[in-house]
């Protein structure tokens, strides 16, 4: 019995920086994507992990705060480490998930109030709602692996997408399909958008191995969402409402959990989200990074609420440009399909 696996991003830009940073799970090894990082005491100044678990360091820096929803929060002076490597690893310790109480106030909860201001400004962030045309370049690579089956003592446990074992087992896999992938596809290519809807993508470099077939090679463009502000997201053929949608406060359940000052002056409020008890709808659960100037989202974390065979996950990161318009800058994607029976 077998599993497969198969993981795609896109990364529309590299960032080169003197020190980088790079934050895993001190158990499992798994990169964390949007981990909160504080700079100093002042906790004015900060920045979050990409999607592959890294970060900058700036110069003058002297001490490092690290927080994670699901995870103990960490304090590291630069001073005490070794600064000539040239990523840094940071651990984290995977601790119980203690959510604040939701607080009700007359005007009604908080996070509602953020959503509500991000749908209000869907025209001015939503790069297909506010401009006529525009064109990128994406490069993006996809590995599909055969995996061990899940242990048997996660069975049918409903928590099974929290608890430890789940994750070393996922950790475990990463690592066995590191060592020899069955299906490798690498491209390059521009994509071009018309309103209201025309879209033409050209690619310019493909490369598969593995297979001989090359028809492996549409099934990227199955896992490419570009626009967050859709009232759906489609993961693996399947349409979830999307936490950002027309009366999503009414299905989801929100919750600020944190609040990250940028250097440029902005509030980025982190919001856990998840259906609420009692509605009935294909719902997703994650984390929302909604920046402060504009309300715009800057980053998403989504994966389906329900228990099924097959375990999706999708990080996505929104990068404001210099001529002021939020484009996706990494997009990630992680599928496991269980209790598949091998080929006897």
């Known amino acids: 019995m077998y599993a497969i696996c198969g993981t795609f991003s896109v990364e529309a830009q590299n960032t080169n920086t003197a020190i980088k940073g790079r934050v895993s799970d001190l158990e499992t090894g798994e990169l964390l994507p949007f981990v909160t990082v504080v700079f100093d005491e002042k906790r004015t100044v900060g920045t979050s992990t990409d999607i592959n678990g890294e970060f900058a360091i700036p110069s003058g820096v002297q001490l490092l705060t690290f927080s994670f929803i699901g995870y103990n929060m960490l304090q ?15 651990k984290l310790q995977s601790g119980e998930v203690n959510l604040q109480e939701i607080v009700i106030v ?12 991000v749908l209000r400004n869907k025209d001015i962030n939503d790069p297909q709602e506010r401009l006529h045309s525009y064109s990128y370049e994406n490069y993006s690579k996809t590995t ?14 409903p928590h099974k997408r929290e608890s430890k074992l789940w994750k070393k087992f996922v950790q475990r896999a990463r690592q066995i399909a590191d060592e020899r992938h069955l299906l490798v596809m690498e491209s390059v290519s521009r994509n071009d958008f018309i309103a209201p809807d025309h879209r033409l993508e050209t690619v310019i470099a493909n490369k598969v191995s593995g297979f001989n077939d090359p028809a492996f090679a549409i099934i990227p463009s199955r896992f490419k969402p570009f626009t967050l502000y859709t009232d759906f997201i489609s993961l693996i053929d399947k349409d979830y409402v999307s936490p950002i949608s027309k009366g999503s406060t ?10 990250l000052f940028t250097q440029s002056g902005d509030s980025v409020y982190i919001l856990t989200y ?25 980053n998403i974390i989504a994966e389906p609420s329900d228990e099924s065979l097959v375990y999706a ?18 997009i990630g994607f992680e599928v496991i399909f269980e209790n598949i029976p091998a080929k006897k």
């Open 76 to 90: 590291v002076r630069l001073d005490t480490i070794n600064l000539s490597q040239k990523v840094i690893d940071f």
């Open 106 to 117: 007359p005007s009604g909860n908080p996070a509602n109030l953020i959503i509500k201001r």
């Open 144 to 157: 599909y692996d055969f995996i061990p089956k899940a242990p048997e003592e996660i069975g049918n446990d």
């Open 250 to 259: 009414k299905q989801y359940a929100f919750n600020i959990e944190d609040t």
């Open 274 to 298: 998840e259906p609420q008890r009692g509605k009935n709808f294909n719902g997703l659960k994650g984390i929302l990074y909604i920046n402060s100037n504009g309300y715009a989202v800057e």
């Open 313 to 330: 996950r999708m990080n996505q990161k929104q990068q404001k440009t210099e001529q002021g318009y939020w484009f996706p800058s990494e």
